[in-house]
DNA sequence: CTGTTACATGTGTCTTTTACATGTAGGTAG
DNA sequence: CTACCTACATGTAAAAGACACATGTAACAG
């Protein structure tokens, strides 16, 4: 442990990319660098590691979470656009649940850090 | 990464034990044994690891955050009682504000998850 | 035609954080 | 004594995140 407090205290929820991910392709189709640049106003981040994104991409993919097609035809370099599935739009269900759960927490907190 | 259909979502914000055990230590010196049970009723959890537990107290203790002295005369095993400093009391007010921008992130994404 | 910048997708690897298991030891009840 | 509870502590491995770098397309400037 690299003592407590001493760098972060970003209160930062674990693997929230992953919700907002599912959450952004379920309004459209997309391919992985707008969804780099689209990341950062959901998640507060002001930059979201590239590499950490396409990994976690391809795990939706292995779990069938998305689908991806290489996007060909249009200038550039070749695009993989992602589309969620059914079962992408039930997790993203569970973890609007979760978060919900979260938020509960917090302001459990906050009442009780206020409160005094 | 476990597998997804069956992934935690439990979406915990990270080291959140850590600010719950300065507000419980706000309220009054405790000892590490009492604070684990009496984690579990803001964290949400069901259970919190005491290992980690202890190591965050001391990691806090030598960060200044918190001071400790050990408890004898009562009946049972010596506890060591943690009291919060004033550095200490300073990083929970950081905690506060940190956990307020987090809950703010999650109303947006609740927001436009059922915007539609 | 060379260099620079922007777009686009990845891999390698280290550190931090969390989870699970185990160890030590005093006190208490049968 | 031995089984159990309290109380504190360490060992270790997996998960999650951070940081660095590799590959290739295409546009545009000089």
Known sequence: ??????????????????????????????????????LPSLTGETRVDMGNLYRVLRGLEEDGLVTSRWEAGEPGPAKRTYELTV??????????????????????????????
Do not use: C, K, N
């Open 1 to 38: 442990m690299v003592r407590p407090g001493h760098w972060g205290v970003r209160a930062r929820v674990e693997r929230f990319s992953e919700p907002v991910l599912l959450l952004l392709l379920r309004e459209r189709p997309t391919h992985g660098y707008e969804l780099l640049e689209a």
């Open 87 to 116: 079962e992408g739009r039930r997790l993203l269900d569970e973890w609007a649940g979760a978060l919900q759960g979260s938020r509960e927490r917090i302001d459990t907190f906050l009442d009780r850090y206020e409160g005094r």
